[in-house]
């Protein structure tokens, strides 16, 4: 590696000359673009012109072939600059680590310059990792080789470390002799020393720690305005097929700490929330039910608030709407940042009445709509091209609004580009299914639930009429407010019923009580073998199956690229595999 042209390229950055520096950069390149010394250069035009992250892959990759062609020296160049991109890109462990082996190159090649850059660069890694007295100690090592060899740019960087070391230790009679010293070498850099010295401590460690929250607001803002990022889906299904994620595990009240008694925690407590469902078609993404813990699924499952383009809501339960305003505060802050979007609403009455009046303070809501029985209409559209429809139907189920029909059950009609519906998911909602609920608004939901790809129904718990008929005179409440095994078996047999001959759905049991864990397989199986229907899994936290046209097919939870054939349970949560990871 030829550092000597490498630090006049630097010189020339350096200096504010960077078209001759890029000049000179491209030239060498054309002629020997694979040399490890054009990589290197790549690698500092990246870092002068802020492009961090090509930096470090390139200053990567130029540290590897010096390492290969045993050039120690080339090699501590070249990590020295990985080490400094990854500082500024906020991951200073990493740093210090790559200064280090920077540190053991250069004297391996005998090279007190690249010493000296390498334990300035330690020393700014563990400033950024806010580990001070370390820091220090490197900084007076990095000044004392830098005085050494005579080179006066690397002395005046490495003073202005150990200046501002010192100003966030209070070593003020230090710092006035580093500015002395700094001075005739960067005025510039003395004087941010000497404001700095003007400074209380304690305004010094606020300014410090803006500065942090500053840079990690930023990284938040390049979050926001990233293109959607859609997780694999399965090897031969197109991208815009999508898939639907289950995003929640438990049902109900489980999320809330004060309705649970003290050494009552399940396993799962903190994790097995109620959360939601996300589903992704044609590059459209549709929340359902955000509940408690939604967010945490939502981002885990490496999705961002540009991906919500509507949010439906079946009722107002604390596990089916409880992070409706975080979403809102989401998509207001994405107009903050001026990023483009629109998001439409579809809420039950009692989330829409607590959604309606802030809605309209937020830019980046369309529309919001109240969620009625045999109503919907476009979820949304791609580019005026109709993406799907939704219909809801009324379910039996109480909600906080105290009405018992309150509740809905959800069908997701999704198109392909031409307006053709391709594949149908139908969600029931919470609801009881007995003798008490007869009628139109049964027979309608039925109805809707009819012929879906992918069937999640919501079982809730065992009921005590799940073992047999109750005596007379029970209360109503006494049956629930859920489908418990015996509902969920008459629902699904009605709804075979309805459907065409050969039906074959892909059916979620969720929304499971956190009682119920152990027995959800066992569940299943009941519930297959009963209704005679061949694919009955319990839906997991962090679950996916990929909607193909008149398919849906479960996703492997190891690999989430190939299509699970069956499922199991490992330390109490459900896994969908793939024949390449069944052992």
Known sequence: MDIEW???????????????????????????????????????????????????????????????????????????????????????GEAVEVARMAEAASREAEDPARLTDALASQGWALFALKRDDEALAVARRA????????????????????????????????????????????????????????RPGWLRKVERMHGEKTKREGKLRELLAREPYWPALPAGAERALGAFYVLRKWAS????????????????????????????????????????????????????????????????????SGELLAILTALFEMHVERVKHATDFHLA??????????????????????????????????????????????????????????????VLSLHDGQGKAVCRVGITGDTRYDEEWEGEERRALVQALADTNLLVVHVGTIYRQDFGPEPEGRGEGDSGWHLGIGGTIRLLQDVKRESAEGWDPFVLLSEWGEEVGPNREEICAVVADEVGLKRVWPAELNAAVGLLAGDARPLCSECGNQYASKHVELHGEIQYLCDSHIH
Request: proline share 5%; net charge negative; with cysteine.
């Open 6 to 92: 490498l630090e006049h390229i630097n010189d020339l950055f350096r200096s504010g000359s960077d078209e001759e520096a890029k000049a000179q950069i491209a030239t060498h390149a054309s002629a020997r673009p694979e040399s490890v010394t054009a990589k290197a250069a790549s690698a500092l035009e990246g870092y002068w012109s802020d492009d961090l992250e090509g930096a470090l892959r390139s200053s990567h990759e130029a540290a590897t072939e010096a390492r290969s062609q045993d050039d120690p020296r080339g090699a501590s160049w070249a990590l020295n600059l990985e080490s400094r991109a990854l500082t500024m890109l906020g991951r200073g």
């Open 349 to 410: 009455p009692g989330a829409f009445a607590s959604v309606a009046s802030v809605a309209p303070y937020v830019p980046t809501v369309r529309t919001v709509q109240h969620l009625r029985a045999g109503g919907g209409g476009p979820i949304f559209d791609v580019e005026g091209d109709e993406v799907g429809r939704l219909l809801a139907e009324r379910a039996r189920h109480r909600d906080l609004t105290g009405r018992p029909d309150a509740s809905f059950g959800l």
């Open 253 to 320: 009240y489980t999320p809330l700490d004060l309705l649970r008694p003290d050494g009552q925690h399940g396993e799962d407590h903190g994790t097995g929330m109620g959360g939601g469902y996300f589903l992704g078609w044609r590059e459209c993404g549709i929340v359902i039910d955000p509940g408690v813990g939604f967010g945490r699924g939502f981002r885990g499952a490496g999705f961002v608030p540009r991906n919500m383009n509507a949010v439906i809501t079946s009722h107002h339960h604390i596990d089916h």
């Open 143 to 198: 000044v004392g080789g830098a005085r050494a060899v005579g080179q006066l740019h690397n002395l005046a960087g490495t003073l202005l470390l150990l200046g501002w070391l010192q100003s966030e230790t209070g070593d003020d009679p230090g710092l006035q002799e580093t500015i002395a010293e700094l001075e005739p070498l960067n005025p510039h850099w003395a004087s941010s020393l000497r404001g700095a010295l003007r």
